[in-house]
């Protein structure tokens, strides 16, 4: 079973920019698209970014132009650059990876907090 690590979460003044990393604890199967979701109180937990193996990427309406999903594949990394960051953005961001022979398996992390002060 693959597990995966954020980091880079904290508080920051609207406006301002954060980077999220994530990386599974260790290698044992190919991994898939990954890709960063969110959670804020009270809401459903949202995609906010994908990437796949081909570095293809798509982003949710709310943070097109803002964020950026990016990945490293030789090191199983995927990366959200947050550039003008609101107090809507506020939430619990989870990294998400697909894995297996045939990704047909989805591991999460266990969540970062990014809090955005206005």
């Known amino acids: 079973q693959v597990r995966l690590v954020e980091s880079g979460g904290g508080l920051v003044q609207a406006g301002g920019s954060l980077r999220l990393s994530c990386a599974p604890t260790e290698i044992t199967f190919r991994i898939g698209t990954m890709a960063w979701y969110r959670q804020a109180p009270g809401n459903q937990r949202e995609l906010v970014a994908t990437?796949?193996?081909?570095?293809?990427?798509d982003y949710a309406d709310s943070v097109k132009g803002r964020f950026t999903i990016s990945r490293d594949s030789a090191e199983n990394t995927v990366y959200l650059q947050m550039n003008s960051l609101k107090s809507e953005d506020t939430a619990v961001y989870y990294c998400?990876?697909?894995?297996?022979?045939?990704?047909?398996?989805?591991?999460w992390g266990q969540g970062t907090q990014v809090t955005v002060s206005s």
């Open positions: 998400n990876a697909r894995y297996g022979l045939g990704y047909q398996y989805a591991a």
């Open positions: 990437i796949t193996r081909d570095y293809n990427t």
